[in-house]
């Protein structure tokens, strides 16, 4: 694998983790911590994979992911924001219930094959030797994962409903008396993080890897939330993040094109060690996470009134 393709790889895999982790930065500046994303991107994966099955349309399975992703957060928020139930245990019993039922529903589509995937380049800029490989023949979706980023620092930074969102994570008693609905405003943020999520699920089975097999997901729905901490809840550090984790994950690939001799289960172990290591090394450091940690994180909110 050349040096150009590796590039290519690594912002492949982390278009994977930049949606999702992007969807759970989200949750987290409204104050919600959810667990579930492993559990949304299984369930959003075996939904946009059946969806362009059974209609060939690529759209319309990312489509599919996005509603299931978002389906599945508003129930986990309505249990969190509503019942107040823990958003620790209700976040793991998500997970768990979207990795059952996706190996339930998807037993049928395990054979199943997906149309030939369109080949795309950019014109002229997919030509240049190395840069047009590494960067300019992706799929659109790698692309509108940059939009995406750069759509969401505009909107937390730049616009009032992004105030408003970080100052329900902040301080939602403050934004409760200054007479928003925190509540509203919490499950917009949660269902919006659980659409993106599904988006990044139905890019990994009909994109990525176009076939459905139970647990495809494989723990990047863990590693997208750590990247939100290692990246200190904010966008730009996620993308690159991401992208950092995307290459650590196809490095495996990499070295064993090069004849490198390491046991296979070390270089599986790679990513996930890769990312105890950073929330080793940021966790040294527990000043510098609080300063940037909304502060009602994982907290529930009961109006008074």
């Given at each position: 694998m050349s040096s150009a393709l590796l590039v290519a790889a690594a912002l492949d895999a982390g278009t994977i983790l930049a949606l999702a982790s992007l969807g759970l930065l989200i949750n987290e500046k409204a104050g919600i911590l959810n667990l579930g994303a492993e559990g949304m991107m299984l369930c959003a994966a075996l939904a946009g994979f059946a969806t362009v099955v059974h209609t060939g349309s690529t759209v319309a399975g990312f489509g599919a992911g996005m509603a299931v992703g978002a389906a599945?957060?508003?129930?986990?928020?309505w249990l969190v924001i509503w019942l107040g139930t823990n958003q620790y245990a209700t976040g793991l019993a998500l997970s768990l219930f979207g990795a059952g039922l996706s190996a339930f529903a998807g037993t049928g589509y395990v054979q199943e094959k997906l149309p030939e995937a369109l080949h795309f380049k950019i014109p002229f800029l997919g030509d240049i030797p190395f840069f047009g490989v590494a960067f300019f023949n992706h799929h659109p979706m790698v692309y509108a994962g940059v939009a995406v980023t750069a759509g969401l620092v505009y909107f937390l930074f730049?616009?009032?409903?992004?105030?408003?969102?970080?100052?329900?994570?902040?301080?939602?008693?403050?934004?409760?008396?200054?007479?928003?609905?925190?509540?509203?405003?919490?499950?917009?943020?949660?269902?919006?993080?659980?659409?993106?999520?599904?988006?990044?699920?139905?890019?990994?089975?009909?994109?990525?890897?176009?076939?459905?097999?139970?647990?495809?997901?494989?723990?990047?729905?863990?590693?997208?939330?750590?990247?939100t901490t290692f990246a200190t809840w904010r966008p730009v550090r996620v993308l690159f993040g991401a992208y950092l984790f995307g290459a650590v994950t196809m490095l495996q690939?990499?070295?064993?094109?090069?004849?490198?001799?390491?046991?296979?289960?070390?270089?599986?172990?790679?990513?996930?060690?890769?990312?105890?290591?950073?929330?080793?090394?940021?966790?040294?450091?527990?000043?510098?996470?609080?300063?940037?940690?909304?502060q009602s994180i994982g907290k529930s909110f009961h109006p008074s009134s």
């Open positions: 599945l957060a508003g129930v986990f928020g730049k616009t009032r409903a992004g105030l408003v969102l970080r100052s329900v994570g902040e301080s939602p008693e403050s934004a409760h008396a200054l007479g928003y609905n925190v509540r509203r405003i919490r499950l917009g943020a949660v269902m919006a993080g659980g659409a993106l999520c599904g988006l990044a699920g139905a890019y990994v089975s009909t994109i990525y890897t176009p076939l459905w097999v139970e647990g495809m997901i494989a723990g990047k729905g863990w590693i997208a939330l750590a990247l690939f990499h070295l064993q094109g090069m004849g490198v001799h390491i046991p296979s289960q070390v270089l599986n172990m790679l990513p996930y060690l890769a990312t105890i290591v950073v929330l080793v090394i940021i966790s040294r450091n527990p000043q510098w996470i609080r300063l940037n940690m909304p």
